[in-house]
């Protein structure tokens, strides 16, 4: 009897634990105990608190490992989001993706590759010396720059929206090389399938 | 002008300068065309005024008098104002070639007399409503047409004090009397960038900047707030402007290298693609001319951004702003002048932008700044004062050049003043 109760736990438990693996991690729900409306035998007492202990100690360790599966999947999905959300950045008054800028875009490849779902909003931003409009349209050309460079390596246009922001936005405030280089970028925005992000192996 | 005038210019532009600026007997009886002679502006004595506000009245007419850069000012001391005959040798003693004379009526007018004091005799006389509340907005801009009618008849051409500037503050558009009063936000209008006016003075075209970075054109109704929004297929949509009959918007959208469009302001149209390219090129702050037959906008189809020129169909684009000045090769933002006859743009020199402005007859460059920079200008109605944005002061502000004097003022206080419009001038009832 024990070990049937076990068993059934344990299966309780494994479909759990899988079930935690394919969905979104979620506060852990408490095992169902299904087996003790159902249970054939005769009541005893001393014999149900220990099995309640049993489950209870069940029930704790499932949280534990989904909580620790919770976390995984979060601890992956920060580190996709972050890769995904790795700036560019360009010279000046240019829209040409350098080399730094293609090795920080290609680490974005294979995420969008597995993560299907997911939309970019790529906005293209510039320092602030040019002319306020001017710089409108070559953050855009910036932003359609990256696109172009990602549809290239074989991601479908219509996963990407591109704006530009211009030097509406700046990263980093000051008038000197430092402060322009960081502004001179492409940002990344997930606008939709950003739920459950994966890592490629 | 008229032809006594235009005569009489002829004649003096026949003197010897140097004659004509000591021999002030010269100009004895002629009121018309001495504003052109550089150094020999007119001048207009201004007498105290009676009536309600009297001393806000004076103020605002000395200062637009002495702002509109053509006629002397000669200060009245505080006093009471003149009654009967003017005695008009003391007046020519200090002076001055004509005394303007104004009062505001009981009724509420704003009553001018201006006199012509080598003639000795008046010259003008108007009587311009004054809405209430006194010292607001359209009160003051009622006593700015009173400038703007004084200035035409002493010098022959009408001033700019009736005029606003629209410009981006604080991520809004903001409107400011000629004079930097009654500076403040135009509501509704977060996000705004590259206001524009409407010939008409009534409307604005601005980009709206939203925080998704999507922008989108919007023609604003300033007095109601009405407004409608242009949808193209692109995320990107800027740098409006208005024909200068009013029936043409014109702005740049794309979604890689942006073209030119144009589309009926107040219609139900798509906008028609004007300029084409060339491939990802951006096309960018287009502006007509005053005839309405062309088109100045910035262009990097080159591989770096220049000033060219285009029939308004888009059709003949030509390169304006050659390399052959400045040291970098970078000028946008152009500005076709009112008389047509040139387009201020802005121009690094030593990595820092200036105002400059080309004539299109000889392709002359006149270079107008170099403290601070300076950049985005924008002509007044009479085709001689520029509005432009510099860090002259510290902080973006909005400025004012009269380009024959070389004269500036400061018009905003606010830091972070940007994309300044000179409006037209803005006639009663409108």
């Known amino acids: 009897m024990f070990a049937s109760r076990r068993s059934v736990a344990a299966i309780a438990l494994t479909i759990f634990v899988v079930t935690a693996c394919k969905k979104k991690p979620e506060p852990a729900p408490a095992p169902t105990p299904a087996p003790v409306a159902a249970a054939p035998v005769a009541p005893r007492v001393n014999q149900d608190s220990i099995d309640a202990a049993r489950r209870a100690a069940d029930a704790a360790a499932a949280r534990a490992a989904a909580d620790a599966e919770a976390r995984r999947a979060a601890a992956e999905a920060a580190s996709v989001r972050s890769m995904l959300a790795a700036k560019v950045y360009f010279d000046l008054d240019k829209d040409e993706i350098r080399d730094d800028a293609k090795a920080t875009l290609d680490a974005k490849v294979g995420i969008l590759n597995l993560n299907t779902a997911v939309r970019i909003r790529i906005a293209g931003h510039t320092d602030d010396r040019g002319s306020d409009e001017y710089n409108l349209a070559l953050g855009q050309r910036r932003a359609a720059s990256v696109q172009r460079y990602l549809v290239s390596r074989g991601i479908a246009a219509s996963r990407f929206e591109m704006v530009s922001f211009g030097k509406e936005r700046p990263a980093a405030q000051g008038e000197n090389e430092g402060a322009w280089s960081q502004n001179r970028r492409g940002e990344f925005e997930i606008i939709a399938g950003g739920d459950m992000l994966r890592m490629p192996k | ?430």
């Open chain 2, 1 to 430: 002008m008229t032809k006594r005038a235009l005569l009489f210019f002829s004649v003096v532009c026949l003197l010897p300068s140097a004659v004509f600026s000591q021999d002030t007997s010269a100009a004895r009886g002629v009121r018309i065309g001495l504003t052109y002679a550089p150094g020999t502006r007119p001048g207009v004595f201004i007498t105290p005024v009676s009536g309600a506000n009297a001393d806000s009245v004076l103020k605002i007419l000395s200062r637009d008098l002495d702002f509109g850069d053509r006629v002397a000012v000669i200060a009245a001391d505080s006093g009471d104002a003149p009654t009967g005959t003017l005695n008009y040798p003391v007046y020519a003693s200090l002076g001055a070639a004509a005394v303007v004379q104004a009062s505001v009526t009981p009724a509420g007018s704003l009553h001018i007399v201006v006199h012509d004091v080598a003639g000795a005799r008046v010259m003008n006389v108007s009587d311009i409503p004054l809405p209430s509340p006194a010292l607001g907005g359209e009160w003051r801009l009622a006593v700015h047409r009173g400038s703007d009618e004084v200035e035409r008849v002493v010098t022959g051409v009408k001033g700019i004090a009736a005029t606003r500037s629209l410009f981006v503050h604080e991520g809004s558009l903001w409107i400011v009397d000629s004079d930097g009063a009654q500076a403040h936000a135009v509501s509704g209008t977060e996000g705004g960038l590259s206001p524009a006016w409407h010939p008409n003075g009534r409307a604005v075209a601005y980009d709206e900047l939203a925080n998704t970075g999507h922008q989108t054109i919007v023609v604003r109704d300033l007095a109601g707030g009405n407004t409608h929004r242009f949808a193209t297929r692109h995320t990107l949509n800027m740098s409006p402007t208005f024909s200068p009959d009013g029936s043409t918007l014109a702005f740049v959208s794309g979604d890689d290298g942006t073209d030119i469009y144009a589309v009926a302001p107040f219609g139900a149209d798509s906008p028609r693609r004007l300029s084409v390219g060339p491939g990802a090129t951006s096309n960018a702050s287009p502006v007509f001319s005053p005839d309405g037959k062309r088109i100045a906008f910035t262009s990097n189809r080159l591989g770096h951004a220049e000033v060219y020129i285009m029939d308004a169909d888009g059709t003949n684009p030509d390169l304006l702003t050659t390399t052959l000045f400045g040291d970098q090769p970078y000028r946008s933002d152009p500005d076709w002048s009112p008389d047509g006859r040139r387009v201020a743009f802005q121009s690094q020199v030593s990595g820092v932008f200036q105002i400059m402005a080309i004539n299109l007859q000889d392709r002359g460059v006149q270079s107008f700044t170099s403290e601070g920079r300076n950049t985005e200008p924008s002509w007044a109605p009479d085709g001689r004062h520029l509005l432009f944005t510099s860090t002259r002061s510290g902080t973006s502000q909005l400025w004012v050049l009269d380009t024959e004097s070389g004269r500036t003022r400061q018009l905003t206080r606010t830091g972070g003043a940007r994309m300044g419009a000179w409006s037209p001038r803005l006639e009663a009832g409108k």
